[in-house]
């Protein structure tokens, strides 16, 4: 069985990896691990496929100075812009080259269902991009795909080229949730996965709840779903086996006192603001000395400007709310070991990896109730509405205020709680591959 995994999406990306390149990424190194010679990597280049080396890939992990810490995201946009530049021109060129060879569209009807208004495909220019691979070989892509062409030809390369095509579902909110996103972000994001129903062997979903999202999306654009499987994503943090642990200074002095760790990218959807309120809101009653600080360790994303200004000036929680930046896996690894406990008050996840991540390192959660936080969290973790500020002030009041019972949580968590890994993430990948020969 030659599987070739499409890691276009993490071989390119810079910096540390967190959200989808992480998962990739460590499924990735797992499954290399267990099919050995018999796992390819691939990435989408000049309309299609090439091959790349297991050296070339793992080259491609990329991590910022360490000792550059306030300047960091800066860098990374910087590098980003220009990267972006070079790269609208050169795709650019290349889509309007593609539309001309392939005729690809869809069309959403009347009745929400989409319907395919494509010419027939040049036979020859699919096989091209198909080129690498043989008949019955699996094609597997679990990175953030849905900007790409190639998930259109998906359905072409399963039917007529025998491919075995295995995708992976994380969420789906921009359809769910479409006021996070911008621009034409929900049509393009209903088409993508429209292209995956059509053309997938299987679709891995990484929850119930995402499973369950996946087939209402199914039945409300009127296409059958194909094999699904939920695979368990694993949460254990590879560390620095280096006598020095790459941990700035910033995050070091961390250890000084206790404080709450949020670890997520700085988003909308993620609700760091309930959390400012809460904080806010305690200041504004004189009560604020009952909290440790809280550390917001992630970069920042779309649409947050205004509440990186508000924690940034806000006198009256100033020194209170710490937003730490992008952090390493052994800056990772530091802030989980020495957190009081974690928050995740996100407003919905298609999964929720702080969660597990926390839970692992034997701390206590205090999470949102929306999306399958529950599901990651199970009775490990307190479970608030992501909205309800005077609750969210309340719980973390309680936890930073009642050590004994924080301690025992954190013993439940050590003795009861079962821990997922890579592997085992991996064991259900290859599970579901396995069973496509069948």
């Keep these: 069985m030659t599987v070739w995994m499409n890691v276009t999406f993490t071989y390119h990306w810079v910096g540390p990896a967190c959200g989808i390149a992480r998962q990739e990424r460590e499924i990735a190194v797992a499954l290399e691990n267990k099919l050995s010679d018999n796992l390819k990597y691939c990435i989408w280049e000049f309309n299609s496929f090439k091959e790349i080396s297991h050296e070339q890939y793992h080259r491609s992990f990329r991590e910022l100075p360490i000792n550059d810490r306030n300047n960091a995201s800066h860098k990374v946009l910087t590098k980003w812009e220009k990267t972006k530049k070079k790269w609208k021109k050169s795709v650019l060129k290349r889509l309007i080259k593609f539309e001309e060879i ?25 096989n091209r ?45 921009p359809i769910k949730f479409p006021q996070y996103c911008g621009g034409n972000t929900v049509e393009r994001f209903t088409n993508y996965f429209y292209s995956l129903l059509k053309g997938s062997s299987a679709i891995l979903c990484i929850s119930k709840c995402t499973r369950s999202d996946l087939l209402k999306l199914s039945n409300n654009l009127k296409c059958a779903s194909p094999k699904t499987q939920i695979i368990r994503l694993g949460a254990d943090i590879e560390r620095n086996l280096s006598s020095e642990p790459l941990i700035s200074e910033d995050i070091l002095k961390l250890d000084n006192s206790p404080f709450i760790l949020f670890v997520s990218t700085i988003e909308r959807r993620k609700n760091h603001v309930t959390l400012y309120k809460a904080y806010h809101l305690l200041a504004e009653k004189g009560l604020l000395d009952k909290l440790p600080p809280l550390v917001f360790a992630g970069m920042p994303g779309w649409g947050v400007s205004d509440i990186i200004k508000d924690i940034k000036f806000d006198p009256l929680t100033q020194g209170k709310i710490i937003l730490a930046g992008r952090v390493n896996d052994d800056e990772l690894d530091f802030l989980y070991s020495n957190c009081l406990f974690t928050v995740f008050p996100s407003s919905y996840e298609g999964y929720g990896l702080g969660v597990a991540e926390s839970l692992l390192h034997g701390k206590f ?64 990948v290859i599970s579901v591959l396995s069973s496509l020969k069948d």
């Design 102 to 126: 392939f005729h690809i569209s869809t069309v959403k009807k009347s009745d929400n269902s989409y319907e395919d208004v494509s010419n027939k495909p040049v036979t020859a220019g699919y």
């Design 129 to 173: 991009a198909f080129h690498i691979f043989k008949q019955n070989d699996t094609f597997l892509s679990l990175g953030n795909d849905w900007d790409y062409p190639f998930f259109e030809m998906l359905s072409y390369a399963r039917g007529i080229l025998e491919i075995r095509i295995v995708t992976c579902a994380y969420d789906l909110i």
């Design 365 to 428: 959660v205090l999470a949102s109730s929306s999306g399958s936080l529950p599901e990651v969290g199970k009775d490990f973790a307190e479970y608030l509405e992501p909205w309800d500020v005077l609750k969210w002030a309340d719980r973390l009041t309680y936890w930073s205020n009642h050590p004994n019972e924080l301690v025992a949580k954190e013993l439940a968590i050590k003795q009861e709680y079962k821990p997922c890994t890579w592997s085992d993430c991996a064991d259900d």
